[in-house]
């Protein structure tokens, strides 16, 4: 582990400083009030046992000691919850007081968590964004109007994957499903594409992206002894300045851009896109509202809604290469409902419920935020007998959840037909056995928009393509292992070769 030489280096440090200030307090799981967990480490507690893939290590320690359990992570006391009943409490019921947020110490870079939709607690100021982002961007309405642009760029993906078609190269589908709901949200957004696939625009998008989402939720020792946050001891503030820096900086020129050429030409101010929306809320009297605080809200919607939507379509395809026999079955079924040369719409999804189990099922195998965004406890909480600290941090181990045998029979197989036959199942925040974009005031606001644009990549990739895996491999030889992050992202790339169908 890239952070074990800096735990064994300051944790004597650490030691000392504790015994001055506060004495040596009991670290274990048996203290009172506190849910069962495993026993602590002197003063690094049990960090060394989450690993490089926490949200499997927290379900591996979850089958001994419980759905409510401790762990001490260095300084921090974090309680993970791993079943839908003590989900739905937490969520639910404990809305309000598990609304807060605990903020990595890279996230804090360029103050972005002072402003940020996501890192902000359940202030006045969160709800005013929130607000702005349910009736500026997310409402239906307005996701409605932009339909054409969606199936605009899927389109475009496809006629790029039928110039491939032939050559018999091997395509990035990652990569190119981020191509699409970049340029989809962009010109959702701001009305232009920011990159195409067949420049080095997309990829630098990519993994500029890919940086930040790792960054912000790779294990920091920073995080666990907030005194040593100022030394920075494994560079993760320093990389993540780079990374928000250039970020910001693409989002700073287009804002900039807009706000010139809208003093320019007031005609401007009749523009249907997000961003004209935001800057008129903006210049509204008494609006509290600044372009600072339109450029972090982008800087979350980007970052977030782009990275997950793309890795989502991405996993989906992997799991469907992976099982051939369920790829046939969704094309089939695409056939009988818009024929061989019909095109995918947003309209067709509900009558594809096959396609609608593949998306459900591939959330509950590969949910984007495996312990969602995490929570903190904002005053005492009882919940089955034990006492949830103030300032707890709160993990909502969804990947655990959708891999229990006591909720899903054979849980590590890929079976969309479980969800025809448990029909009324969802993922929109209500059963909460399935809830990758989480529950309660915390949800995520773009799962409306995430929700068409998955289905409508999805369908159009299975429907307009035959694919084949390079190198003569196998299905059963793909790579599936994970890379722990904010989001969860597959550790290879997937490849495949596009046959257009006849």
């Not at 782009?306 to 969704?330: F, Q």
Request: hydrophobic residues 40%; aromatic residues 8%.
């Amino acid at each position: 582990m890239e952070y074990l030489p800096f735990v064994l280096a300051v944790s004597f440090v650490w030691g000392f400083i504790h015994l001055l200030i506060s004495g040596l307090r009991r670290r274990n799981s048996s203290s009172p009030g506190l849910p069962p967990g495993p026993r602590p480490f002197p003063i690094i507690g049990n960090i060394l046992q989450l690993g490089k893939l926490p949200h499997e290590a927290a379900a591996k320690l979850s089958k001994t000691y419980g759905p409510l359990m401790t762990l001490k992570l260095g300084s921090r006391t974090t309680i993970v919850i791993s079943s839908p009943d003590l989900a739905k409490e937490a969520l639910q019921k404990h809305d309000h007081v598990f609304s807060g947020r605990t903020v990595p110490d890279s996230a804090q870079v360029l103050d972005h968590h002072k402003f940020s939709i996501a890192w902000q607690p359940a202030s006045a100021y969160w709800r005013n964004l929130r607000k702005v982002s349910a009736t500026q961007i997310f409402v239906p309405k307005r996701i409605d109007s932009t339909q054409a642009i969606r199936r605009k760029k899927v389109q475009e993906l496809v006629d790029y994957i039928e110039e491939n078609c032939g050559n018999g190269q091997a395509l990035d589908i990652g990569r190119a499903a981020f191509t699409t709901v970049l340029n989809s949200i962009s010109n959702t957004f701001f009305s232009a594409d920011l990159a195409d696939f067949c420049s080095n625009a997309s990829q630098e998008f990519q993994s500029l992206l890919l940086r930040i989402m790792e960054e912000a939720g790779r294990p920091n020792i920073a995080d666990y002894f907030p005194a040593l946050s100022l030394l920075d001891p494994q560079g993760a503030r320093r990389r993540m300045l780079v990374y928000s820096t250039k970020w910001f900086g693409i989002l700073d020129d287009i804002i900039t851009k807009r706000v010139q050429l809208r003093a320019s030409s007031r005609d401007c101010m009749a523009s249907s896109d997000v961003l004209d929306s935001l800057l008129n809320h903006v210049e509204e009297d008494n609006s509290e509202l600044s372009y600072d605080d339109i450029k972090h809200l982008l800087v979350d919607l980007f970052s977030a809604g782009i990275d997950t939507t793309a890795s989502t379509v991405e996993w989906a395809m992997a799991e469907l290469l992976y099982n051939p026999k369920k790829m046939a079955k969704a094309r089939k079924e695409l056939e009988e409902v818009l024929g061989n040369d019909g095109v995918v719409q947003e309209s067709d999804i509900s009558k594809l419920p096959y396609l609608q189990a593949i998306v459900k099922e591939n959330f509950r195998l590969h949910p984007a935020a495996p312990f969602l965004v995490p929570h903190k406890a904002e005053a005492d909480v009882e919940m089955c007998g034990f006492t949830v600290p103030k300032n707890a941090q709160i993990l909502v181990n969804v990947w655990a959840m959708g891999r229990d045998s006591s909720i899903w029979p054979n849980p590590t197989l890929f079976s969309p037909e479980r969800f025809l036959e448990k029909d009324g199942i969802d993922f929109k925040g209500r059963d909460f056995e399935l809830i990758p974009f989480g529950a309660g005031r915390r949800m995520c606001p773009g799962l409306p928009l995430a929700n068409r644009m998955v289905h409508l990549m999805l369908a159009s990739l299975v429907h307009h393509f035959n694919w084949k895996l390079a190198n003569e491999m196998k299905p059963e030889n793909i790579n599936m292992r994970e890379i722990f992050g904010l989001s969860l992202h597959r550790a290879e790339p997937l490849w495949a070769i596009p046959i257009k169908l006849v």
